[in-house]
């Protein structure tokens, strides 16, 4: 079974919300995946920032790869959160 996180909710998932907001999905993600401790996943996301503010915007096949990663980050975290906390985290996006 995967190990269970505590990422504390309210607060830390309402930072992730306020990224999402101003339109930074990439940001949130970045967020998410810290709190998650996903390392690999985090050190992607910072790439794709980078290529991201690079190119001014996200182009298509950035955009679909940012997407894989956001499945890993929501499937890590269906696995290691409580499904409440899965539920705030997952609207947080």
């Excluded at 995967?2 to 309402?14: E, P």
């Amino acid at each position: 079974m995967a190990k269970r996180h505590r990422v504390g909710g309210g607060k830390r998932f309402s930072a992730i919300k306020r990224r999402t907001n101003i339109n930074d999905h990439t940001g949130a993600l970045i967020l998410g995946a810290k709190m998650l401790g996903m390392d690999a996943a985090l050190k992607r996301l910072k790439h794709v920032e980078a290529l991201q503010d690079i190119e001014g915007h996200l182009p298509q096949g950035l955009g679909a790869y940012r997407h894989q990663l956001y499945q890993e980050v929501m499937d890590h975290a269906q696995r290691s959160l409580s499904p409440e906390e899965f539920e705030e985290f997952h609207g947080s996006f």
